[in-house]
């Protein structure tokens, strides 16, 4: 997200007062725990501020010398004293705003390899004529001093000092932003280093600061890309990095801007991509030393074809989930398609499987901090876990449930785990009558093929033609009514056997929850682009009229279709509010007899059976 919109939505996320917090006592020499927390012993008015420039070692924008991160801190008085206390972090691209850029065009015709392999009308020269222009409209400097964030007086109270920072190639920091390249990983690393004197930092007249008040014990949390940094600094496995929440962030680039070699938007960001982004965060005082920088990475993010490849490998986190020391404490709204369910399911899947202390919370919001539900246990948790991890506190919060789900009326469930314990693939398939709505069964069509096509029109919104009762533009198969409430927990996929009228198409997948008075909800949707059905990383041409395997992966959720409902699998081609839009006219067709939906049914193919027969 960008411009003003983004602007709005970081200050509720990052700037809003905390109110008015008890002080147990204002000269506090040392923190105070009851039950596991930590109390409000400290003034947090009575605090030390310091403004200082850790070196990182990395020339980002190639000006011969190492970058330097903008940093202030904000700590207890007592640590001029000799108290020594760990460190709550939040780094961010957001603290000196962003600048007013143009997202790239949507209303595109998609690639189609020519018999050499190479690109049809785009080049990597023009790509970089569109770079410059957009780089040319933006405006800076805007870098200010950083906002105290909705948690300072309440964790500066309990004894945690708080540090923020400037990431590359924002306000007071030099390098250059590269929306999750390395040097960003690496700058933010390099608060970590300076706190636990392995780094060295400077004020505004040069001399050396050291970070001699604090146990180097840090946390890192941050909402949207001020939660990616805390993933991508805790997958260097750096030392001091004791405990992470990341809240609504990305795990992998490629996925917050690709589908499976798709180019598809971030949800309300139509045409937003890595440069667009770094465009709009690149706040520092120089206008023109990151330039060549920006074009770089316009060229090399691929709008083309879709492809992943080395340049968003570097972008992916889940890749080094192995190298993690810090606990995850991992945040997500479970209605957040600007940072999708993906993300958090991928990273969170990958720190269990590599052993690193982990909980997640998952809530019915959408882009947003779990904070903003005004929801007292997760003060408590996020103190309880800071507590333990930072302090030593033995409290017991990594021995509990490792799951906290926010159900749709509201109510918060702790689980062991998440995807719920018990979910299992069970398969839907769909049955002829596509235009209107063919039913959706336990058992697969008889016979031989039974063929149902649609035909693209990119200028019609998904929602509307899920509610269309019969359309041309889309294929519906809904399921009898459920006899009991059947919850979807994990990833559900779609195995299509599908042909294409031209050499290119959009392929978008929608789960659909039907309502008895007829009202609908999509539940979530997904994205391939049929090239990549080998690899995402490798585009390989199709051929009209040639019947393919493509498998359509849809966005992980945690939803319950209650009683009475109908669950409806609804195919289309583009998605006017995430993928490329085409001229209308190319034509798609699936075998219904080698077609599949596979659900992650919490009891597994039982509890579908019991529910829809």
Sequence with gaps: MKGVRRAAVLAALVTLPLGTLPVVASAAEGPVFKDGEAQPVFDPKDVVKESVWVRAPVDSDRDGRDDEVYTEVVRQKATDRGLKVPVVFFNSPYFSGGNDVANHNVDVELYVPNRHGGYD??????????????????????????????????????????????SLGTGKSSGCPTSGGVNETIGSKAVVDWLNGRATARNAAGADVKATWTTGNTAMMGVSYNGTLPNAVASTGVEGLKAIVPIAAISSWYDYYRADGAVVAPGTFQGEDLDVLAEYVYTRADREICKPVIAEIARKQDRVTG????????????????????????????????????????????????????????????????DTLRSAEWRRTINRWFSHYLYGIDNGIEKEPKSTIQREDKSWVDEAEWPAPGTASARLFPWAGGSAKGALRSESVPGHAVVESLRDDSSKLADDLVDLSSSGNRLSYATSQTATDLRLSGVARVNLAISFDRPAANVTALLVDRAPDGTSHIITRGWTDPQNRVSPSRTKPIAPGHTYRVEVELEPQDYVVKAGHKVEFVLLSSDYDYTLRPKPGAGLSIDLTATSVELPVVGGREALRRSVG
């Design 307 to 370: 492809d992943y490849s080395a340049f968003w490998d570097e972008r992916n986190y889940v890749k080094d989930a192995a190298k993690v020391k810090a606990a995850v404490l991992a945040v997500h709204g479970l209605s957040d398609w600007n940072v999708k369910v993906k993300h958090v399911h991928q990273w969170y899947e990958a720190l269990k499987k590599h052993g690193v202390e982990h909980k997640i919370w998952l809530h019915q919001s959408g882009h947003t901090d779990p």
């Design 121 to 166: 009308k785009r080049d990597g020269s023009l790509l970089k004529a569109q770079a410059d222009e957009r780089i040319a409209a933006a405006v800076g400097p805007n870098a200010g001093p950083i906002r105290s964030g909705r948690y300072e007086d309440y964790f500066i109270s309990r004894g945690f000092a708080m540090v923020y920072a400037e």
